[in-house]
């Protein structure tokens, strides 16, 4: 899947586009107005007007993470991706965050997901020093995983994930998750690659098994990518679409992510990080 990272005073991905698997917060009321839309159980959507982001009339906060939506994003879709982040920060849904340093960082970090129904709808202007994530609403698909990962891919899967790596996991453990050079998890994209490039080369090495090919995506961006593609394969969500993506990935089930790429294996499977054990299926059940 292409992704160009832009940086406009925050980071904001945008799409153009042993570890179980499943087959295939606290809501801010005091001040907003909630909207009624729906019968969800844990997240209700409230009126938006924070600083910078106006444009995005509701948000749902998911342990004090707003996800935020333009008026024509389909309410349903924003609780799907409410639900997903919840379930991925609370894979075991205990109402407990997994781990606390992974939220804590995201919250330092001021991580936000805007939702939106045109690409014109991410001419933003946020707060500085904020990271972003943005996910759109023709891409969010809450049947995917509830109908056995076949389909449209869910989109959500990656987006939100790709703001909790980079604004938490990156920022809790720099060492292992971060996204630039001899970290763990660059050195095992240098190795899935089969060499460590700053840009995309001519020709990857015979024998690798990531093979990202946009320009526009740095080497930061590509570890973000390589995380995404490795982490969701290894919880099931990619095990149905190996002919959509072997262009690029080619590790598409847990038993090949295991078998050849050992080094993410050893990130992902480590029980210091907390790392959800359960794909999410945007049903989350405190």
């Not at 209700?44 to 600083?51: A, C, G, H, T, W």
């Not at 409410?82 to 075991?92: F, K």
């Not at 292992?176 to 060499?195: C, I, M, N, P, S």
């Not at 526009?216 to 993506?245: H, K, P, V």
Request: aromatic residues 10%.
């Amino acid at each position: 899947m292409k992704k160009q990272t832009l940086k406009i005073a925050f980071l904001l991905l945008i799409s153009i586009s042993a570890i179980a698997t499943i087959s295939c917060g606290d809501d801010d009321n005091s001040v907003s107005p909630i909207i009624d839309a729906g019968n969800d159980p844990n997240f209700k959507i409230i009126v938006n007007s924070d600083q910078g982001l106006e444009s995005f009339n509701r948000k749902v906060m998911v342990f004090d993470i707003p996800i935020y939506a333009v008026s024509k994003v389909d309410d349903d879709k924003l609780l799907h991706a409410a639900n997903v982040l919840a379930q991925y920060l609370d894979n075991d849904e205990d109402g407990i965050i997994d781990d606390p340093k992974v939220i804590d960082a995201m919250v330092k970090n001021e991580a936000f997901v805007v939702m939106w129904k045109r690409e014109s709808d991410l001419n933003i202007n946020p707060p500085e020093n904020r990271m972003g994530q943005d996910l759109g609403n023709n891409e969010t698909v809450p049947s995917f995983v509830v109908n056995g990962c076949t389909g449209q891919f869910d989109a959500t899967l990656e987006e939100i994930l790709h703001i909790i790596s980079n604004a938490g996991y990156a920022s809790a453990y720099p060492d292992v998750f971060g996204t630039y050079a001899e970290t763990e998890l660059a050195k095992a994209l240098d190795k899935a690659r089969g060499g460590h490039f700053t840009s995309i080369p001519n020709q990857y090495p015979e024998g690798v098994w990531f093979k990202y090919d946009d320009n526009t995506c740095e080497y930061d961006c590509q570890a973000t990518e390589y995380f995404y593609w490795a982490f969701t394969s290894y919880l099931g969500a990619q095990e149905n679409r190996l002919g959509d993506i072997d262009n690029e990935w080619l590790l598409n089930t847990k038993e090949k992510v295991a078998e050849t790429d050992t080094d993410i294996t050893e990130i992902i499977t480590n029980p210091e990080y907390k790392l959800p054990k359960v794909l999410p299926d945007g049903t989350y059940k405190r």
